[in-house]
Every structure is written in C-alpha cells, then in structure tokens.
C-alpha cells in the first residue's frame, strides 16, 4: 500500500517537471521612436533687479512694501527735492534776466545800425554792439541748458518702477541717506516665468526651439501647463556632459511664483523607425549582463514551441521599451512573462501578453545603453 503510494507521487512529480513552461510573449516591430524625457529646474523670472536710485539724496517718503504690486513707471520712493528745487528756481529767475538782458542789446544794436547809416556812429561801436547780442543770447541759452539739467536732476528725486511686477523686499525706510548704488526696492516681474534645464547631451539634436512641452510646477499638484522651448545653448557643461534648455510658461492668471521647482516634460519623437522591444523582455544574469528569450514554433514538442537565448545589442531605453539594433527581427515573439529561470531550447506554451500583463510601466526617466551588448 505505501510502494503503491509512493510511486504515484513520483509520477505526479515526473509529470509536473516534464510539463512546459508556461509564458507570455509580445512580438516586437519597428516603429517611430517615442519617448518623454523629465527634465527639472527652477521657475525664475527674466526680469528681476535691485531697483537704486538715479542720484543720492535723503528718502523722503516710500509708496511701496513688499508684495505690492506695480506698473512700469509707479512711484516706488521719492528723496528730498528742496535743495534742488530751490536751485532750478534761481536758475529760472536767471533765466529771466538774462532774456532782459538780450533785448536790452538787440535794442542797442539796432539803435547802432540806424546811426551808422547816418555816419552818427563808428563800424566798430556798431559790431562791438551786434556782438553784445550773440553774447547775450549765448549766456541766454547756457542758462536753459542748466534749467533743463537741474529739471532732470530734480525729476530723478522720484524712483519709479522700469517694469511692472511684484515688490519682493522694500530695502530703505523714510530718513535713509542713499546713494546712487544703494538698492531701495527689490522688483521681479511674475508674467511670464522661465524654466531653466540642463538636458543631457544625447539630446541636443533632439530638442530644438519652438519645440512644445508640458511643464508640471510642483506647487500645482501634478497640473500641467503647456509651454515652448525658447532657445538652447550650444555650449555643453564638460561636467556634467549637458547643455541648457530654457523654457518659457505665462503666468498671466498668477498662480506660478519665481523659486518655485518644476518638471519639464519633453515629448521626443523621431520619424526613422526602429525595432522595439518591451523591457521586461530582459533577463539579468549573474556577471552583469542581460538577454532576451525568443519563441520559436518547433513540432517535435508537444507544446509546439521553444525558447530560444538570444544576444541582442541594445541602443536608446525609456518608457517602458529598449531599442534592438540587432539579433532580433521584426515579427519575432520575445518572452515578456515566465523568462526567469528558461533554459535554452527548452519547451515552452504561449499566451500571448494580455493588457493586463503588458510590460509595467517604468518610472519617468530616461537613459541611453550606447551600443552596448546584451548576453
């Protein structure tokens, strides 16, 4: 009773080891390569500046505080102007007389030229009077000339916004001495924001201005606004094997703010097809390297198929799928379920790979496997 026993279970085990692997396959082609690659930065505004004054004086008065906001051209601080105001109104009062003093000559040397023609007067009195008018009217113009510099001067007392935006830091307070290198006011335009990014230089043929992209701000929770690319810089960071990528977003409803982090998505297509596989297609082996199992239909078998190790060579790699640029052809099923522990030619079922059981979507990253050989 227990031989009996025993050897039906040593025939149940028999059986159990000689049946086939069961495994999920997905047939690969060729097709346009697509991928998304995450690139993150800093939203910082284009135009941010320390605003200082124009000429040095005393604050007499600030209009602004921090978190205001501001049209170009606003009053940020005015200074004391009495000084300078005191001086353009002896300017002006200078002005005046030396006018009077203009008509008193050209009344002068008209008087002159009527009494020359009589022979009443010398020609030398008569053009020592004609130059007592272009001296006049030279003084005449030189006093103008300092009106309008003092003008200028006194006009400059008053700070003003260059751009509209935000105040980020009032820096004075009211009986502050300042001088003309003195920051009073912190000013950064919230408009339009900018993205800065350093993208990997594998890339740079890739990612060209205009090009559109989704940028997510952190802030947002996971919201994303569409942008373009506004220029790339040629010049690579031999460091970091990277160049920039600057991206502009609006900012017209104010939600976004200079600091804040964010992820710029890039959606890169190239239209020359090449074949892909799914990257759960490869099997890590000890010493580093990996391989692809392909099925072959086989009627010696009873399952009809066999798994066969492949060497493939392996280019670009992102969302989910690698590149083969060779050992595999379009049309060949590859084992996406079931190719841990294969063994060369061995037996196996199919079933082909349900939505269910599609290769699992990867994290968003990008890499690149440059011409490196899979075993």
Excluded: C
Excluded at 46 to 75: C, E, I, K, N, Q
Excluded at 267 to 294: C, E, F, H, K, Y
């Amino acid at each position: 009773m227990r031989v009996s026993a025993v050897l039906f279970m040593l025939a149940m085990v028999g059986e159990t080891l000689a049946a086939p692997a069961t495994v999920a396959t997905t047939t690969v082609e060729k097709r346009g390569w697509q991928q998304t690659v995450p690139l993150y930065g800093t939203l910082t505004s284009p135009r941010d500046a320390a605003v200082t004054p124009r000429v040095a004086g005393l604050v007499d008065s600030v209009a602004v505080d921090a978190g205001d906001r501001v049209d170009a051209g606003d009053t940020l601080i005015e200074l004391d102007r009495r000084l300078d105001a005191l001086t353009l109104e002896t300017q002006e009062a200078s002005i005046t007389e030396a006018r009077a003093r203009l008509v008193e000559a050209r009344r002068l040397r008209d008087e002159a030229q009527r009494l020359a023609s009589r022979g009443a007067i010398s020609t030398t009195e008569l053009k020592s009077r004609s130059s007592q008018v272009s001296v006049r009217a030279a003084a005449l113009q030189r006093l103008r000339a300092e009106a309008d510099l003092q003008r200028e001067r006194l006009a400059r007392h008053v700070v003003v916004a260059p751009f509209a935006g935000v105040v980020r830091e009032r820096q004075v307070e009211p009986g502050e001495y300042v001088a003309q290198t003195t920051p009073v006011v912190g000013l950064v335009s919230t408009e339009r924001l900018r993205v800065d990014t350093a993208a990997p230089q594998q890339y740079f043929d890739l990612i060209d201005p205009g090009m559109p992209v989704r940028i997510q701000p952190e802030a947002l929770d996971g919201d994303e606004i569409a942008g373009r690319v506004d220029v790339t810089v040629p010049a690579s960071d031999a460091l970091a094997r990277s160049f920039l990528v600057r991206t502009f977003v609006s900012n017209e409803n104010g939600r976004l703010a200079p600091g804040m982090s964010a992820k710029v998505l890039f959606d890169i297509q190239r239209s020359d097809p090449v074949l892909v596989a799914p990257r759960d297609a490869l099997v890590r082996v000890p010493g580093g390297g990996t391989r692809m199992w392909v099925v072959v239909a086989d009627t010696e078998v009873d399952s009809g198929y066999r798994a066969v190790k492949r060497q493939v060579t392996l280019g670009r790699s992102a969302d989910g799928v690698v590149e083969v640029r060779s050992g595999l052809e379009p049309g060949e099923r590859v084992v996406v379920r079931g190719n841990e522990s294969l063994e060369n030619n061995e037996p196996v079922r199919v079933r082909e790979a349900t939505a269910g059981s599609q290769p699992s979507a990867l994290p968003e990253r990008s890499l690149r496997l440059t011409g490196g050989q899979a075993s």
